[in-house]
């Protein structure tokens, strides 16, 4: 069984930057998403982003200021989060989806493993 850790949350003011990043404990051939769930809320999409790095969505909220990148040889996927917003505050999580190494999905039910998360806190 695959383990994701994620890293690089924090307290960043508004208008900051941070890069969160997954880890993956074997190469995995899969997609990878982002998703974040801010407290009361349902967890949402972010970014995902395939094998070869060729599809790449967003959700509307983030696009344009979120990057998501994937290193297929050290295991990791990467956000870079830029010009954030107090509603980005959320706890945010990697996943990947075993079934479908090409094609991402926007659902967090179309993912089958998940990292425990890593708070993200924007103030202000």
């Known amino acids: 069984q695959v383990q994701l850790v994620e890293s690089g949350g924090g307290l960043v003011q508004a208008g900051g930057s941070l890069r969160l990043s997954c880890a993956a404990s074997r190469r995995v051939p899969y997609a990878m998403g982002w998703f974040r769930q801010a407290p009361g809320k349902e967890r949402e999409f972010v970014a995902a982003?395939?094998?070869?790095?060729?599809?790449?969505p967003y959700a509307d909220s983030v696009k344009g200021r979120f990057t998501i990148s994937r290193d297929n040889a050290k295991n990791t996927v990467d956000l870079k989060m830029n010009s954030l917003k107090p509603e980005d505050t959320a706890v945010y999580y990697c996943?990947?989806?075993?079934?479908?190494?090409?094609?991402?999905?926007?659902?967090?039910?179309?993912?089958?493993?998940w990292g425990q998360g890593t708070q993200v806190t924007v103030s202000s």
């Open positions: 996943a990947g989806d075993r079934s479908r190494p090409l094609i991402v999905g926007t659902r967090s039910d179309e993912y089958d493993f």
């Open positions: 982003i395939n094998w070869n790095s060729y599809l790449t």
